[in-house]
């Protein structure tokens, strides 16, 4: 028989992490995580693109899922200029363990993110300051204008 789990019963019983937030840029996040440190999240951007922070995960993969607007990953390229790519609705992407990137989200876009392959202890992320101060200020003409050149 079907039966409702509540929030607070699956973080009791089950171990799931929910955690819901407003970031610096204006984003809404609202993830789910099991109790190895696998997980979900929803990301809602601002009104307005904006960049998320620039990082790198030690243990584990994301697999990026743009369900409306569009999104800019940017990786570093040669010399660490960006290497931008756009993604748009039904558009899939994937980032390696240790591989730095940035997110820029378009205005009221929706991404679905999964983050795969913990085993145990972990550590989320890693900022990449050096990479923000690249990234963070390119406009969204520009990035869509690196995006073209790739």
């Known amino acids: 028989m079907k039966e409702n789990i509540s929030s607070e019963r699956a973080v009791a019983e089950f171990g799931i992490e929910l955690l819901h937030e407003r970031m610096e840029n204006g984003e809404l996040r609202f993830h789910l995580f099991g109790k190895e440190g696998n997980g979900y999240v929803r990301t809602e951007a601002a009104p307005n693109g904006a960049w998320q922070n620039s990082h790198f995960h030690t243990e ?14 940017a990786v570093p390229g040669q010399d660490r200029e960006p290497a931008i790519t756009i993604y748009r609705p039904g ?12 997110v820029y989200l378009s205005s009221n876009s929706i991404i679905h993110t999964i983050k ?15 990479f ?3 990234t963070h200020k390119l406009s969204e003409a520009e990035i869509l204008q690196l995006a073209d050149a790739n």
């Open 91 to 102: 558009e899939t992407c994937f980032t390696p363990v240790g591989q730095v990137h940035n």
């Open 132 to 134: 923000n101060e690249i």
């Open 116 to 130: 795969y392959g913990i085993r145990g202890a972990y550590k989320r992320w890693e900022p990449e300051p050096w």
């Open 60 to 73: 584990f993969r994301e697999l990026y899922l743009v369900e409306f607007g569009w999104m800019a990953l």
